[in-house]
């Protein structure tokens, strides 16, 4: 079992940045990929990043360019470092990992874009 825990959502004005963090602790060794999906009210959950064991990255286009995922393998976290936040951004963004048989979620932490 793996488990997840993310921090660092909040409030924050448009154009303003953000950093979301993932600990992760249990079977750390099973997981291949870490990432982070994004769920906004009344609609469905979105890929936003991901980046693999090896250390490389892939993100949505709606992000690319604003958004940088990377890992601090020592502490087994994940980040997600968010500018230039867009109203459109606000969700509750999920941190994940995936292993050959599971995939793994965390509880969710709110991010709101907002003036």
């Known amino acids: 079992q793996v488990q997840l825990v993310e921090s660092g959502g909040g409030l924050v004005q448009p154009g303003g940045s953000l950093r979301l963090s993932c600990a992760a602790s249990g079977s750390i060794s099973s997981i291949n990929v870490m990432g982070w999906y994004r769920q906004a009210p009344g609609k469905q959950r979105e890929w936003v990043a991901s980046?693999?064991?090896?250390?490389?990255?892939n993100y949505a286009e709606s992000v690319l360019g604003r958004f940088t995922i990377s890992r601090d393998n020592a502490k087994n976290t994940v980040y997600l470092q968010m500018n230039s936040l867009k109203p459109e951004d606000t969700a509750v963004y999920y941190c994940d990992a995936r292993s050959v048989l599971r995939h793994y979620w965390g509880q969710g932490t709110q991010v709101t874009v907002s003036s």
């Open positions: 980046i693999a064991n090896g250390g490389s990255t």
